[in-house]
């Protein structure tokens, strides 16, 4: 889900080793089993359990959930590469293979319901579930539909998309209809996190007749269910509208056809989401109960604050959102590493964690985020508000407190990341502080910022966060660096960071596989197309008798969780 909004792309050639793992499980409900593939254990922090009793009696027919977050493209996994936007479509259509909620280690069945890997890790067979229906009732889902959904994501080939972004194309050679209910990739070369890809919501299904094969589905006002093309999930979207492009309110109903709908999901028959302004909006939503559930962004303050509410029932759960400062390497200065260097090296990261998220964040020295494997804490080879190391550098280059380095630092103002002028005003100081560096900030709302400005590439330095596509250092390292530049058009190429990650993907050998990404973060190290920031964990505060909210490290909020009791 990908950067906070995870434009934006670029394709390679993978060389990449799979891990064998051969899982036979099936029924309807969820079944799990422990993977051995090297991925982040994850945990929950929650208030309380989700009930297996599906009594209607016992819960509310109707919640409403806040945010300020929105749609920053369209609901369709060809394009959808957003955290709002992917989350939707978790909630709206299905993968051939899910993660148990709280627990990001464990495969489950979901449009699947076993597959094998053949030996060279190049063929993977799934056997699917029958007798799943279309949104509209009609039968049924089968292989045919996962060719024409792979088929027609990467044919379509959208620049901006997650299918670019991540590198489908390159990954896949062919998608096999080998019977009804059987489907087989057949992948270029091995790829060690293909069944971790599988839950992403750039590989959920999309349904024949509403997706066009050569055309990516948009939002068209008075038809909800025209604006996006998957089925098969646990709700459908019966509203959307917007306003001058901004997101108002949605509305999700149960879906009648749900393949789970006998395990008892969607706990919930109708999800009303309300869009605020602001975090101070959403705010004071939370606080008047307007809303049942108030889920990105609160300001860490407001979060302070409803700790000691007994009115309400903050959630805390692990997390991997990352946010980092991201060099335009095309534009001087900011095509010489030292500049890059220096800027690095007065960032006070205990700062940003301390005084803008009130502890509720940690300093972050690696892309990688902090609790996967292969993590480095690579950054801390210049400090925090290392103001000598800066100005060393900087007076080599010509610049001084009389003819400082200039740098214009953009940001999104919408409230599409946490805090985020609050963020920006606390990098000005640091790296003002230095004596050497004078800081020009300036800002967009987020669909123009994600939009517009970074596909052109005309931001010198800028502010982007990231959330996982997929479990793996493959998805921090590969997704930002690249033959002629990654997605974020930062000029940024390293043939040898390639050759490294490629040797990773094509390992078999789980501790050499954390090696090699670890020489990837020392060499990022010492280009720093990026700087990472910090990490944070997810939050949501709600009224004391709602519960489902699971926080993992994979940030999927399940709406089909949510419950509200009756008192």
Not at 19 to 44: D, F, H, K, N, Q
Not at 82 to 105: E, S
Not at 454 to 482: R, S
Request: aromatic share 12%; glycine share 8%.
């Amino acid at each position: 889900m990908s950067n906070d909004s995870k434009p934006k792309g670029k394709t390679s050639t993978y060389i990449a080793a799979v891990v064998l793992i051969i899982i036979i499980l099936a029924g309807v409900g969820y079944y799990y089993y422990s993977t051995s593939t090297s991925m982040v254990t994850t945990s929950t922090s929650m208030t309380s359990v989700v009930p297996t009793t599906t009594a209607a009696p016992l819960y509310k027919d109707t919640l409403i959930v806040g945010t300020t977050d929105s749609v920053a493209t369209t609901l369709d996994p060809a394009n959808a590469y957003d955290y709002f936007g992917d989350n939707m479509i978790n909630n709206l259509g299905a993968p051939l293979v899910d993660l148990q909620p709280g627990n990001a280690t464990h495969f489950v069945p979901a449009l699947a319901t076993d597959w094998n890997v053949s030996a060279d890790g190049l063929t993977w067979t799934f056997n699917l579930r029958q007798g799943v229906k279309f949104g509209d009732g009609s039968c049924c889902f089968n292989a045919s539909t996962v060719k024409y959904t792979f088929d027609r994501e990467i044919g379509i080939n959208d620049p901006n998309g997650p299918i670019v972004g991540v590198g489908y194309g390159t990954i896949i050679n062919q998608t096999e209809v080998a019977s009804t209910y059987q489907v087989i990739f057949h992948l270029n070369t091995p790829f060690a996190p293909f069944l971790a890809l599988l839950p992403f919501a750039g590989s959920y299904m999309v349904t024949p007749a509403t997706a066009p094969f050569h055309e990516e589905v948009n939002y068209t006002a008075g038809n909800a269910r025209g604006s996006y093309p998957t089925d098969f999930g646990p709700y459908v979207l019966s509203e959307w509208d917007r306003v001058g492009g901004k997101d108002t309110e949605m509305k999700l109903d149960a879906n009648p056809y749900y393949w789970n709908a006998s395990g008892g999901y969607p706990k919930t028959q109708h999800i009303i989401i309300k869009f605020y302004s602001d975090a101070t909006a959403l705010a004071l939503a939370a606080s008047n109960g307007e809303v049942d559930i108030a889920y990105r962004q609160l300001r860490s303050s407001d979060i302070v604050s409803f700790e000691s509410n007994p009115s309400v029932t903050v959630w805390k759960g692990t997390g991997q959102f990352i946010q980092y400062m991201v060099f335009n390497t095309a534009i001087k200065p900011f095509n010489d590493p030292r500049v890059r260097r220096a800027i690095a090296a007065a960032i006070n990261r205990t700062a940003i964690t301390q005084t803008v998220f009130l502890g509720q964040a940690v300093p972050l020295y690696s892309m990688v985020p902090i609790g996967m494997f292969s993590h480095q804490d690579v950054f801390k080879l210049y400090g925090d508000a290392n103001y000598t190391y800066t100005r060393q550098v900087l007076q080599a280059l010509g610049y001084s407190s009389t003819n400082p380095l200039v740098v214009d630092l953009w940001y999104e103002s919408s409230g599409h990341y946490p805090q985020s002028s609050d963020l920006v005003a606390v990098l000005k100081s640091s790296l003002e502080a230095s004596g050497v560096i004078q800081v020009n900030l300036h800002n967009t709302d987020w669909s123009t910022f994600i939009g517009s400005n970074v596909p052109a590439g005309n931001m010198p330095v800028y502010i982007l966060g990231w959330y996982a596509d997929y479990i793996d250092p493959n998805d921090y390292t590969y997704n930002f660096i690249g033959p002629g530049g990654s997605w974020l058009n930062d000029g940024y190429n390293s043939t040898q960071a390639n050759a490294v990650i490629a040797q990773a993907l094509a390992s078999r050998n789980e501790t050499q596989r954390a090696l090699l990404y670890g020489e990837a973060q020392q060499i990022l190290v010492q280009d720093v197309p990026m700087v990472p920031l910090y990490q944070s964990s997810g939050f949501a505060v709600t009224k004391p008798t709602v519960g489902g909210v699971v926080l993992d490290f994979t940030l999927i909020f399940r709406y089909y969780l949510l419950y509200e009791t009756t008192s």
